[in-house]
């Protein structure tokens, strides 16, 4: 690793948007490990998820908190997490955790992301869940630092344009130092 800080990455999105599919991928390009957020879920969250009941910002506490300490214990030798992050106050919370961290956001219309996951199997998260999600979806802040991307593109594309992010951010928080 150079100089630069090691990078700290959250994947952020609805269900489907593909968190976990873009994470694992960017995750091997930097050579860090990756977590799946959705692993963190106390059993509570998942048994009210799979019942069809969308979390609340109190729900989702203990989770965030699971998910700043696992970003916080990364953050040394650099980590990508998937996580949905959907608020701004949720990736505040993170953010007090991991100050370096980044955000990227793969996005696009509610009928694509809707159209991937009516082909796949959930552990615990229903399609019903899908309007919810981008109810409680708050954007990336022009302060926040972070990338938004085009979740309908082929996912190599989406790497590619993820660490060319990633690096440039790390390079420029190396020159602010
Ligand atoms: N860029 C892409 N192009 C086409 N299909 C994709 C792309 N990214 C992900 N998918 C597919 O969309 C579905 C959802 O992707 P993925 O599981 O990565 O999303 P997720 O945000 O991690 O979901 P969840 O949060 O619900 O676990 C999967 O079937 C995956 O194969
Ligand atoms: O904040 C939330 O409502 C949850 O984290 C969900 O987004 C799921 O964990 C996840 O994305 C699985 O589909």
Redesign the pocket.
């Known amino acids: 690793m150079g100089l630069e800080p090691a990078p700290v990455v959250v994947v952020m999105?609805v269900?489907?948007?593909?968190?976990?599919?873009?994470g694992s991928l960017l995750a091997g390009e930097l050579g860090v490990p990756f977590v799946d957020g959705?692993d963190l879920h106390p059993e509570r969250n998942r048994t009210l998820m799979a019942s069809g009941t969308p979390l609340s910002d109190d729900d989702r506490q203990p989770w965030l908190h699971a998910v700043g300490r696992r970003l916080a214990d990364g953050g040394a030798d650099g980590i990508v997490v998937?996580c949905?992050a959907l608020r701004q106050a949720y990736r505040d919370l993170l953010r007090e955790y991991a100050p370096t961290v980044l955000f990227v956001h793969p996005y696009g219309p509610k009928e694509l992301v809707a159209a991937?996951?009516s082909?796949?199997e959930?552990e615990y998260?229903p399609p019903s869940l899908l309007d919810s999600q981008y109810a409680a979806l708050e954007h990336l802040d022009g302060a926040e630092e972070g990338t938004t991307l085009d979740?309908g593109?082929?996912?190599l594309e989406?790497v590619s344009s993820a660490v060319t992010f990633v690096d440039e951010s790390r390079i420029r928080a190396y020159q602010q130092d």
């Open positions: 999105g269900q489907g948007c593909g968190k976990s599919t873009l959705d998937a949905s991937r996951i082909l796949r959930h998260m979740l593109g082929p996912p989406l």
